[in-house]
């Protein structure tokens, strides 16, 4: 779970995003785009502890499309945002990388990992959106 620790470094930003955000849907493009699966926001605007708005979580089938979706989300965001990731972790480790843009964290998971960590029960009082694949 050292992946979550870059979230304890860092402010939430004052500006509030929604899901129409560019930020947020140039995230799921990114996700799309490489065939991401099993796409879910989890809005978490209404708890007053979470580190940001929204996480994003999505699920890649093996190592070579988990580093192609983080790669591609983040060429999206700089292309139509003009933005970069406030950090990103886990691409040593090759199964969860965390991109984090203050607002939005986004959770790219191999299957096993997503499956152990369960993201969605542990923020389950955070109302959720599947995203079409």
């Known amino acids: 779970m050292s992946n979550l620790n870059v979230l304890k470094t860092r402010e939430k930003s004052p500006t509030r995003l929604t899901r129409s955000s560019k930020l947020f849907k140039s995230i799921i493009k990114g996700i799309q785009d490489k065939k991401g699966e099993h796409i879910v926001s989890l809005d978490l605007r209404k708890i007053p502890e979470a580190v940001a708005d929204f996480f994003i979580i999505c699920q890649a089938n093996n190592n070579n499309q988990l580093r192609a979706i983080a790669d591609n989300i983040e060429e999206e965001v700089r292309n139509e945002c003009g933005e970069a990731p406030f950090k990103h972790e886990g691409r040593q480790a090759e199964q969860w990388i965390l ?25 389950s009082d955070a109302p959720g959106m599947e995203h079409l694949d």
């Open 99 to 123: 991109i984090d843009f203050v607002n939005i964290v986004v959770h790219i998971m191999l299957p096993e990992p997503r499956k152990f960590y369960q993201l969605e029960e542990l923020w």
